[in-house]
C-alpha cells in the first residue's frame, strides 16, 4: 500500500511498495510530488453535508487549495456542494462511487466504477477529474494499471493524518506535523464522522506549515 516517487521534474521514478514488502508496481502510482516546500492538501470520502462546508470556509479564509477525492454517489446527494468545490478553486478527484474496496472486485467492475463516478462528477460539477485515489489506499498492480489506462494516474499520501480514528484535534495535528516533508500529500477526510476534528485542526496545520515555510498547492495538472 506504499508508493515512493523520488523525483518530479521531467519523469517519475518509481520506487516503494504495494500490498506486499516485494511487490512492486510499474503503473503510476504515486505518493509524492516532488521535493519543494509545497504541501498538498487531499481530503477523502465527501462531500458531507456537515464538514465538507466547514472545510471550504477554513480553506477560502485561509487562501488555501486542496484536493478533494469525492464519492460519486456524494456527489449526486450533494450537487451543490461538490459544484462549490470547483467554484472555489479546488481540485476534485475520484475516490470510486461508494468506497468500495478494488481487491475484492473484478477488473470490469472496477472499470465500470471508475467510469461511472467519472460520469457522474462530469454531470454534477461539469469537470472530469485528473486523480484517482482507491478505497483504503488498497490496489493492485493490474488494477492501477487499468486505472492509470482510463486517464487517471493514481495517488496515495505521505502523511497520513488519521482523523478518521482521531479523538481530538491534537492528535491530528501531531500525526501531520511530525512526518511533514518537502513535496507531501497529506490524507485528510471530510466525510466522516471523526472529521469534526478535522475541523478543528485545520487552520492549526495550515498556520504551523506555513511557520515552517511551507506554501500549498492543488495537484498538478500536468505530469
Not at 509545497?38 to 486542496?66: C, E, M, N, W
Not at 487517471?152 to 491534537?170: F, G
Not at 506555513?210 to 498538478?220: D, I, S, V
Request: some cysteine.
Amino acid at each position: 500500500m506504499r508508493k515512493c516517487i523520488l523525483g518530479f521534474v521531467c519523469s517519475l521514478v518509481m520506487v516503494g511498495f504495494i500490498l506486499g514488502p516485494t511487490q512492486t508496481i510499474d503503473a503510476q502510482v504515486l505518493r509524492q510530488i516532488g521535493h519543494d516546500k509545497t504541501v498538498y492538501l487531499t481530503f477523502d470520502d465527501g462531500p458531507s453535508k456537515r464538514y465538507t462546508p466547514q472545510i471550504l470556509d477554513i480553506l477560502s479564509a485561509k487562501h488555501v487549495p486542496a484536493t478533494f477525492f469525492v464519492l460519486g454517489f456524494r456527489v449526486r446527494e450533494f450537487p451543490t456542494i461538490a459544484r462549490r468545490l470547483v467554484v472555489e478553486g479546488h481540485e476534485i478527484g475520484n475516490h470510486g462511487y461508494q468506497h468500495d474496496f478494488l481487491p475484492e472486485k473484478t477488473a470490469a467492475w472496477v472499470a465500470q466504477d471508475v467510469k461511472r463516478t467519472d460520469g457522474t462528477i462530469h454531470q454534477v460539477t461539469g469537470s472530469y477529474p485528473k486523480y484517482y485515489r482507491p478505497p483504503g489506499g488498497l490496489i493492485t498492480d493490474n488494477e492501477a494499471k487499468s486505472i492509470v489506462s482510463l486517464g487517471h494516474p493514481v495517488i496515495l499520501w505521505t502523511v497520513d493524518s488519521e482523523d478518521w480514528k482521531a479523538n481530538s484535534a491534537d492528535k491530528i495535528i501531531h500525526h501531520v506535523m511530525d512526518q511533514i516533508q518537502p513535496g507531501a500529500v497529506i490524507l485528510m477526510h471530510d466525510g466522516v464522522s471523526n472529521s469534526r476534528y478535522t475541523v478543528e485542526a485545520l487552520p492549526k496545520i495550515i498556520d504551523a506549515l506555513r511557520a515552517r515555510g511551507y506554501h500549498f498547492a492543488r495537484l498538478p495538472q500536468s505530469l
